[in-house]
Nanobody, 122 residues
Framework: QVQLVESGGGLVQSGGSLRLSCAAS????????MGWYRQAPGNQRELVAR???????NYADSLRGRFTISRDNAKNTVDLQMNSLKPEDTAVYYC????????????????WGQGTQVTVSS
């Protein structure tokens, strides 16, 4: 089984910073792209940022410049540095990972963490 465990969420004032971390563990042959999504109350889940195994990044246009995604392939972790936070960044943030479990099954599967709450006060 695969687990994605997020950490680093919390309450921060507008203009502040937070760093989210996500660690993948379990039966993992290959960890492909990893990323972060978020969902605010009443809204659909939306992409925040994704990063490939080779470090190619993709950001939501509205977040580029304030958020930075990074990963450590040796530790199977992905981080999200969030700066200049705004009240509209308040949401549950979810880690995701595209994983090949073993050489007996080359199909990649998308796994999700349970989410971590980020609240930005005005």
């Amino acid at each position: 089984q695969v687990q994605l465990v997020e950490s680093g969420g919390g309450l921060v004032q507008s203009g502040g910073s937070l760093r989210l971390s996500c660690a993948a563990s379990g039966t993992i042959f290959r960890l492909n792209a990893m990323g972060w999504y978020r969902q605010a109350p009443g809204n659909q889940r939306e992409l925040v940022a994704r990063i490939t195994r080779n470090g190619i990044t993709n950001y939501a246009d509205s977040l580029r410049g304030r958020f930075t995604i990074s990963r450590d392939n040796a530790k199977n972790t992905v981080d999200l540095q969030m700066n200049s936070l705004k009240p509209e960044d308040t949401a549950v943030y979810y880690c995701t990972a595209n994983i090949i479990l073993s050489t007996s099954d080359w199909n990649p599967y998308e796994y999700w963490g349970q989410g971590t709450q980020v609240t930005v006060s005005s």
